[in-house]
């Protein structure tokens, strides 16, 4: 036995009696394992010796096992076999159920190439490889790749083949970058570049180049390799298609484990399936107007690509990765992302939840580790905003105190220690919710009564659409374009641009952490408050024309061309109200039906 891990388990002894019995049955019942009984008999007697030898599969065994009479078991663990050994020779009763037995990792598939989302990658040697929980791959290296395909390639795919293609003929497409980090920079496209956007290609960031037999891609454990494929033509939202995570590890993980986030180099296994807590989640009555599960599972399927900065992060976003972003595809997270939360949080069973519910964690696991390697989403429009929740959503199911904390250095954080938006503290976190969120202060009044106010696309001198904030309105719960870092573009009108947009995924957001008990820890009461504001004017068909500065008689015009013969103000209603633009029906309905029964709703009163 030197080369066997033994435990021995004794309940139910009854060993007088035991001797008594002539013959006896032997009844095992397993679980996620295979077995073998030896001697095979229909009775047995006291003098048998039988040996039952289980194998673990995925190396975890579930034993529900009863012999009467038996032996005190033994119960061993082959060294490096995962194979569980019963010895029964004594004569005793014993009787043991849902025994979980650990045993060793099963063994390794090993495969010389691996596809994902038509993105292919091909190793010099087999490699052992997985699947983690949402679907992505694992191999255990480090592993040298000859070939990634399609092809990194510089060629004549800018110029004139599209309205978005740089203005040079020159552009590097289907680039891939390794342990990515939050910032300006990427590797993947060199499209917009040289039109001088924000999200710049950097050459050295692109490991794709030139990869083949003769000069393979080395890859050491720790590693997270993102494969792009660009688009042909790329379009006004995306130069990328379709994006792919190879993660390259020490060992095999367990079947159920989340991916370690792509950012970063910290590729430590962190959660597993096992851990996501549902009683976390609440379960609602479902309301009229909600997506199909199907549809918002493939939304969230892949690895939605968002370590660029703010309004050129959606340049590398792939279109297929993210088929919600097609349209408006700035504003498309900051919708879908409490959209997939509400629904997670209505009542359905665990098991219509658990697809869409891995590939939500798993947003916000690779957002986290995105804010850890330096990234941010401040206020920009409709850009920033959306990132925050996924985070706090996985820290809540999952019981994850650092990203529970996000709160702590983001929204108000902004105002602490006599901070503010012209001085921000250097450790804040930027999320476009908290960002645009804020309640009028004394700077606000100082800043746009003063030669600096510069509001966002509009004419300052129009009052029509740029209204500067005056002395009463401190205290008010206002949104701002770009406020937290550039209030000098804040606006008080209503229809200051970008605000519709921008302001229809807050609803969403302000439910979910209502329905979940999170509002203390997003940290922004004001968030909360301009969003009951700005539900309480869009659902007043009075209220949002008196906002929108219309007469009673320019309300009911109708509207020139329109195809439906709606009216200026059922254009106006329809517009603020429905997708793209406004929060949809279905987290409309959600508001309508449970946002009075979490706490008061500010009125201004």
Request: charged residues 15%.
């Amino acid at each position: 036995m030197s080369n066997y891990q033994s435990i021995i388990l004794q309940t139910g002894t009854r060993s007088l009696i035991a001797r008594s019995l002539k013959r006896f049955t032997l009844t095992i019942n397993a679980t996620n394992a295979t077995y073998v009984v030896s001697p095979v008999k229909q009775f047995y007697t006291a003098e048998d010796e039988i040996t039952v030898t289980m194998t673990a599969s995925e190396g975890y065994t579930t034993v529900d096992g009863s012999w009467t009479p038996g032996n005190a078991v033994v119960f061993s663990t082959p060294v490096g076999a995962g194979v569980a050994v019963f010895h029964i020779n004594q004569n005793t009763t014993v009787s043991f159920s849902s025994v979980l037995i650990e045993g060793d990792p099963p063994v390794e598939n090993t495969t010389s190439s691996i596809t994902k989302d038509d993105i292919t990658w091909t190793f010099d040697e087999p490699v052992p490889y997985g699947l983690f929980a949402n679907g992505d791959y694992w191999v255990v290296g480090p592993v040298n790749i000859v070939s990634i395909a399609p092809p990194c390639q510089t060629g004549p795919w800018g110029g004139a083949n599209g309205a978005y293609d740089s203005p040079t003929t020159e552009r590097t497409i289907n680039g891939s970058m390794i342990n990515p980090v939050g910032g300006p920079y990427q590797g993947y496209d060199s499209n917009r570049s040289p039109r001088g956007d924000s999200n710049i290609y950097q050459s050295t960031l692109n490991v794709a180049i030139g990869v083949n037999s003769e000069n393979p891609l080395q890859v050491p454990v720790g590693s997270s390799l993102v494969s792009t494929i660009s688009a042909l033509p790329p379009t006004s939202e995306t130069d990328l298609t379709d994006a792919a995570v190879l993660t390259i590890l020490t060992e095999a993980p367990s079947a159920d484990s989340f991916r370690p986030a792509y950012c970063g180099t910290d590729k430590t296994i962190k959660f597993t399936k096992a851990e996501l807590d549902y009683s976390k989640l609440e379960k609602l009555t479902p309301v009229s107007g909600m997506p199909t599960w199907a549809s918002m599972e493939t939304m969230f399927a892949r690895p939605i690509l968002d370590h660029a900065l703010v309004s050129m992060g959606q340049h590398i976003r792939p279109k297929n990765n993210f088929p919600g972003g097609t349209v408006y595809a700035a504003y498309s997270l900051g919708r879908y992302n409490p959209t997939a939360a509400l629904m997670l949080n209505l009542n359905y069973d665990d098991s219509i939840k658990e697809k869409l519910l891995i590939s939500y964690v798993q947003q916000g696991i690779d957002l986290f580790g995105i804010v850890e390697t330096g990234g941010y989403w401040w206020a920009e429009g409709g850009h920033g905003v959306g990132r925050k929740l996924p985070i706090l959503f996985a820290g809540k199911v999952l019981g994850n105190i650092d990203m529970l904390n996000i709160g702590e250095k983001s929204g108000v954080y902004l105002y602490d220690d006599s901070h503010s938006p012209v001085n921000p503290p250097q450790d804040y976190i930027h999320f476009g919710d908290d960002g645009s969120t804020h309640y009028v202060s004394q700077l606000d009044v100082d800043i746009t009564n003063s030669s600096s106010w510069s509001p966002t696309n509009v004419d300052k001198t129009d009052p029509d659409v740029a209204l500067p904030y005056s002395s009463e309105d401190i205290g008010l719960p206002e949104w701002g374009n770009r406020h937290d870092h550039a209030p000098q573009g804040n606006n008080k009108c209503w229809s200051a641009p970008y605000r519709a947009i921008a302001s229809a995924p807050l609803p969403g957001t302000v439910m979910t952490m209502h329905i979940m008990g999170m509002k203390t820890g997003w940290n922004n009461p004001a968030l909360f408050d301009y969003t009951d504001r700005y539900m309480g004017i869009i659902e007043s068909e009075e209220s949002l024309r008196i906002n929108l500065g219309y007469t009673v008689e320019e309300w009911n015009t109708l509207r020139p061309g329109d195809s439906s013969g709606r009216t200026i103000g059922q254009y106006i209603m329809d517009l603020w109200r429905n997708t793209p633009v406004g929060p949809g029906t279905f987290i409309r309905n959600i508001w309508a039906t449970y946002r009075a029964d979490y706490g008061t709703i500010w009125t201004g009163e």
